[in-house]
């Protein structure tokens, strides 16, 4: 899985709508977002947590702070 795809599960996957932070409304985050994941060297327990065979939280991703400020500030999914 690439880094963006990856990026946009695991906000799926815990309840953030990836569209809260397009390049064109949060360009600064997005950016942030998106570097960390493609540096990120657990990819393999992304790829893991995400297809439920890792349990637990997501502590492992370094994203993980920003994603709980962004659910605190609106960023849910839409049901």
């Known amino acids: 899985m ?3 795809q990856r990026l946009h599960a695991m906000m799926e996957a815990i309840g953030l709508d990836p569209d809260t ?3 064109t409304d949060m360009p600064v985050i997005a950016k942030e977002l998106h570097e ?4 990120c060297r657990s ?3 992304c790829d893991e947590w ?3 065979v890792k349990t637990g939280d997501n502590s ?3 994203n993980s702070p920003m ?5 605190r500030y609106g ?3 839409s049901s």
């Not at 994603?67 to 659910?71: A, R, T």
């Open 75 to 77: 960023g849910h999914a």
């Open 60 to 62: 492992f991703c370094p």
């Open 50 to 52: 995400l297809q439920g």
């Open 2 to 4: 690439k880094p963006e």
């Open 36 to 39: 960390r994941c493609a540096s």
């Open 43 to 45: 990819d393999e327990a």
């Open 21 to 23: 932070v397009k390049d």
């Open 67 to 71: 994603f709980e400020i962004l659910k």
